[in-house]
């Protein structure tokens, strides 16, 4: 039996520790008032009995409230008023200094929460932890000076989640859409050193590196840039290629017959595009930021992105180049093939795609195989999106979050701008929360969810406020070189914070669980879909009246929660303890989910999902789980195609692994230990060792390679497949 202790370090549970504390509080009282020594016994003993129900380690917390309970249930009232006052003076103590013994824990890899906190991050490398140690004094100062009380309070106990306050104290934001184009035809500045337009699609592909490793240390979510941007120096490559051939030749006194010419040119341009993919794989793989983690990027493929001809033909064969060497995959320090997380790739489905008669369909197959192989691309359906976003195409600014159609953001040509805007921050609502506090009453949970809404809009408020007044000099890659804008020096960002140039998002998660503590029903039922719908359309309207009163550009956002859906669950068994359907598992719900254990095959659930992705205008992604279907390409093109005529955005989980002890290279399992932990167990040799195997799932819309806590881990283990 573990506990976790309130510096995130986990421990075995010490019984003597709960027996000392309760007689300490005994001697404290009359001896009329006293406990015997059967009674002492007896409260630990019912304290062991209610924790040792649970498959997870508990919070320290969680057990001393046990322990106050279990003493009133012996009628030891005068006991339990010392141990409160105990608890007190400790708890008044430890405010003194909150981050001590959480840095202390995270230096010497004890910190259970931190170690856990990231799929994508190390924590016992020393970028990732001087990261997180700046992060622990980050959120000490958010919760103890920067945030209201009130904020802070729900925070802690589940009923919002105020997301990233380890990056707050900074005045950083969210995600960005990087304008490449901009950057790379206008030229940038990258650590005080000029970068002019590149001269050739190799170079292109360096800066393009340069640049995304730049705006990751300069912000703290993810970010996207689009292939269309760098498709243009492909021609300048096959100019530069063509003069140098026809001077080789000349010099060597060869014919200029145009036909050979032609072949070498291409060919050789083939090799610089194989090259120049491979650099910024490759680079994005392995460069390491200041946070300690590969750069967050996702890369968008849309070929209508440029003019048919030409453009748009040599934009498919960088699209073709991506698929191929992402199909390969990277070698880990075993020399083994396996599959990387980043850069996350989207491909765009469209007419002249999607089709076996369409002009570039044989592009399509080929996503459809890399996606069985590594787990992507996701797609977008050009067709579904146009009917939703005012007949626009355009990417998300990382994994999941969309820049709002703006009319009033406009490129120099007229069209409406997308790449250069960011997000600002979310917090999100636990709606799960909002129906248990409201015990199943109708009334009451309209009236707790209008509460619960205008304390998000506080603090999201608090997140706006806190980028206000930041100058532009703190990240000149984002604010005066083109990633974002080209502001001046000393300059603030204020105008970039209204009327649409960025987003702010209101996050929600558990409206599955939210149907079932109120009608006892999910919301794949008819009742429970439009009750959910009425939730969602309450989230648009409140998004749409701050709007229009604060020029702020509020929008509903469907939350991936990695480590976050642990706590949620956590707080709501402590609240509200365990109810079948809604609390029993150590997870709840992302966003509009259909919950993870409950069977529907995957076209079913993408019609269903795509109702609510039209209510989350600010980012949603879905997905279907699926098994190995490297040998059934059909199947994938299949769900692609359904996907093109139903839904704006989803992806296909299915798994890559490999274990290093035998070679094994199926699915590794997740298996229950005696004391209730969930590991990882190779399924051939019965290897545990988390340090020699290589496992890759899909958890919030990006791929995970760093393992997760408890509660994701369960939300994998609980999946059944759709297909």
Not at 413 to 418: A, E, L, N, T
Not at 617 to 644: H, R, T, W
């Amino acid at each position: 039996m573990k506990v976790i202790k309130r510096s995130g370090m986990e421990v075995d549970f010490d019984l003597s520790k709960i027996t000392n504390a309760i007689k300490a509080a005994n001697k404290e009282v009359d001896p009329i008032y006293q406990l015997n020594p059967y009674q002492i016994e007896a409260v630990s003993r019912m304290v062991v009995d209610k924790i040792g129900t649970g498959s997870y380690a508990v919070q320290v917390e969680d057990i001393q409230d046990l322990v106050e309970t279990s003493i009133m249930e012996m009628r030891g009232y005068e006991v339990a008023q010392k141990y409160v006052r105990y608890r007190y003076k400790r708890e008044l103590k430890r405010k003194s200094n909150t981050t001590d013994n959480g840095i202390l824990a995270l230096i010497d890899h004890l910190n259970e929460s931190i170690n856990q906190e990231n799929s994508n991050k190390n924590p016992v490398i020393n970028s990732t932890q001087r990261d997180y140690m700046a992060g622990e004094v980050s959120k000490d100062l958010t919760m103890r000076v920067l945030l209201p009380e009130e904020i802070v309070k729900a925070h802690e106990e589940g009923i919002i989640h105020f997301h990233d306050a380890d990056y707050f104290a900074q005045k950083e934001h969210n995600c960005d859409l990087i304008n490449l184009e901009d950057m790379l035809q206008n030229g940038t500045v990258i650590s005080e050193t000029l970068i002019e337009k590149p001269h050739s699609f190799f170079t292109a592909c360096n800066v393009t590196t340069q640049i995304v490793a730049q705006v990751a240390s300069n912000q703290y979510g993810g970010q996207s840039f689009t292939l269309s941007h760098l498709a243009p120096f492909v021609e300048v490559s096959r100019q530069k290629i063509r003069q140098t051939v026809i001077e080789e030749r000349t010099a060597c006194g060869d014919s200029l017959d145009e036909d050979k010419v032609e072949k070498i040119v291409e060919s050789r341009l083939k090799e610089e595009i194989r090259s120049g993919i491979q650099t910024i794989q490759y680079q994005l793989i392995t460069l390491m930021t200041c946070n300690g983690q590969a750069p967050f990027v996702t890369m968008f493929m849309y070929l209508d992105e440029v003019p048919e001809g030409r453009t748009r033909d040599d934009l498919a064969m960088l699209i073709e180049e991506v698929l191929i060497q992402r199909m390969q995959g990277v070698k880990n320090e075993k020399g083994i093939w396996i599959t990387p997380a980043f850069p996350k790739l989207i491909y765009v489905l469209d007419e002249d795609n999607i089709h076996e008669t369409s002009p570039y369909w044989s592009l399509t197959q080929l996503a459809a195989k890399c996606t069985a192989k590594r787990m992507v691309p996701d797609y977008i359906s050009a067709k579904v999106m146009r009917e939703l976003k005012k007949g626009d195409v355009y990417p998300c600014m990382g994994c999941r979050s969309f820049p709002t159609v703006e009319d009033g953001q406009r490129n120099p040509d007229g069209s409406r701008k997308y790449y250069g805007r960011f997000n600002q921050g979310v917090v999100t609502i636990n709606l799960v929360d909002v129906a248990c506090s409201s015990q199943g009453d109708m009334d009451k949970f309209w009236e707790i969810l209008e509460e619960r809404l205008e304390l998000c809009h506080r603090a999201l408020r608090c997140r706006h406020e806190r980028l206000l007044g930041t100058t532009s000099d703190v990240a000149p890659i984002l604010w005066q070189h083109g990633a974002l804008a080209r502001l001046e020096k000393g300059e603030k960002i204020d105008k970039l914070l209204y009327d649409g140039y960025s987003t702010i998002s209101l996050g929600y998660v558990g409206l599955c669980e939210m149907c079932r503590r109120m009608l006892g029903v999910p919301h794949t039922d008819p009742e429970g879909r439009e009750f959910a719908l009425k939730v969602m359309q309450k989230l648009n309207d409140k998004c749409a009246e701050w709007k229009a009163a604060e020029h702020i550009s509020y929008s509903v956002y469907g939350t991936p929660m990695e480590s976050t859906t642990y706590k949620f669950a956590k707080c709501l068994q402590k609240r509200f303890g365990i109810i079948p359907g809604v609390t029993d598992k150590n997870y709840i719900t992302n966003s509009y989910h259909v919950h993870v254990t409950e069977e529907i095959d995957a076209f079913s659930k993408l019609k269903f999902e795509a109702e609510f992705q039209k209510l989350s205008p600010g980012g949603a992604i879905s997905y279907v789980e699926v098994p190995n279907l490297q040998d059934n390409i059909e199947a994938v093109l299949s769900v692609m195609k359904f996907i093109y005529d139903n839904i704006v955005y989803a992806e296909l989980n299915t798994k890559s692994d490999y274990c290093e002890e035998c070679g094994y290279d199926g699915e590794i399992k997740i298996v229950e230990t005696e004391d209730g932990k969930l590991v990882w167990e190779c399924p051939n040799c019965g290897n545990r060792d988390q340090s020699k195997m290589s496992v890759a799932r899909r958890t919030c819309g990006y791929i995970g390679t760093q393992f997760w806590n408890q509660g994701r881990t369960q939300e994998i283990k609980d999946r059944v497949l759709h297909l």
